[in-house]
């Protein structure tokens, strides 16, 4: 039994331990996210003509258009499958951080998102990819 388990149970045991086990985790995904915005993930449309890459927070990095698409796509169109490849890519960056966080938490069953006291600074965070 952990410190934070003895303390969640009633029983206040070492606060001191319980400080620690928590500096500890907050280090732990501190490091994973670092980890995970150095990665790079991809996204294709449908056609497969546009490809975006985007970075571990949901940043865009590259987008390549292929120049077919240009020649038979019109302007609406190509807006389109640009926005498809780069959900594409935030959809396999959400994977990522997914395991992640199922790396970070041992196994235990994800937590319902509305009840998840993190969930509104994960929200703020991928926010702010978007805007980055």
């Known amino acids: ?32 996210l670092r ?16 490809v975006a890459t985007v970075s571990g927070s949901g940043r865009l990095l590259t987008l390549r258009i292929d120049p077919r698409a240009m020649r038979d796509l019109d302007h609406v169109a190509i807006a389109q499958v640009i926005q498809e490849a780069i959900g594409a890519a935030r959809e396999a960056m959400a994977e990522g951080m997914g395991a992640m966080i199922s790396a970070l938490n041992g196994g235990l069953p994800d937590p319902d998102p509305h009840h ?13 990819g978007e805007h980055g």
């Open 1 to 32: 039994m952990t410190h934070s388990d003895a303390f969640n149970a009633g029983r206040e045991g070492d606060l001191r331990g319980v400080i620690r086990e928590v500096g500890g985790l907050v280090d732990a995904v501190a490091g994973a």
């Open 116 to 128: 998840d006291p993190l969930a509104a600074h994960f929200d703020a965070v991928l926010r702010e």
């Open 35 to 50: 980890e995970l915005d150095e990665q790079e993930m991809t996204g294709t449309d449908s056609t497969g003509r546009v």
